[in-house]
């Protein structure tokens, strides 16, 4: 048996804001954007790196019919506090790429650090996931 992994879910409040967010500042590209009026018009938004179509991740409203609402609140809430985990993303050039985001207004929690594995900085979504940006040696 072989997996592979082609979805993450990112927790969001507004889908559009996010759509913004990660295409218009991080690169990213729309692989879906469906919305579904069968599931009380849940709207199905997929986006990714460009050059792994393999990869993408759901901006997901936590909200009927994915989560109850006391649910969803609660989630909306720790992902706003930086609990909901991490994601690392790969780059060539760290600092470069920090300059590029920062000059775009990419907040960054950590700025560029050499590290034993590469250089590596982190930002923040608008929303409060982590990304860890790495430049391995």
């Known amino acids: 048996m072989r997996l592979r992994l082609?979805?993450?879910?990112?927790?969001?409040?507004?889908q559009d804001e996010a759509l913004a967010f990660y295409t218009a500042k991080l690169g990213?590209?729309?692989r879906e954007d469906v919305t579904m009026p069968e599931m009380g018009g849940y709207r199905w938004l997929t986006i990714?790196?460009?050059?792994?179509?393999d990869v993408s991740f759901i901006l997901n409203?936590?909200?009927?019919?994915?989560?109850?609402?006391?649910?969803?609140?609660?989630?909306l809430e720790l992902v706003a506090k930086g609990m909901s985990?991490?994601?690392?993303?790969?780059?060539?050039?760290?600092?470069?790429?920090y300059e590029e985001l920062?000059?775009?207004?990419?907040?960054?929690?950590?700025?560029?650090e050499e590290r034993p594995y590469g250089i590596d900085?982190?930002?923040?979504?608008?929303?409060?996931h982590?990304?860890?940006?790495?430049?391995?040696?």
């Not at 900085?121 to 929303?127: E, H, I, L, T, V």
């Open 130 to 137: 982590r990304f860890r940006l790495v430049q391995t040696f």
């Open 28 to 30: 990213m590209e729309v």
């Open 61 to 75: 409203v936590p909200r009927p019919p994915v989560v109850d609402d006391g649910s969803g609140e609660q989630l």
């Open 48 to 53: 990714g790196p460009p050059g792994q179509p």
């Open 102 to 112: 920062k000059s775009v207004g990419v907040e960054f929690i950590e700025e560029p």
């Open 85 to 97: 985990g991490g994601f690392h993303l790969s780059t060539t050039d760290c600092r470069a790429a």
């Open 6 to 14: 082609t979805h993450a879910n990112l927790w969001v409040p507004d």
């Open 121 to 128: 900085a982190m930002f923040r979504d608008p929303f409060g």
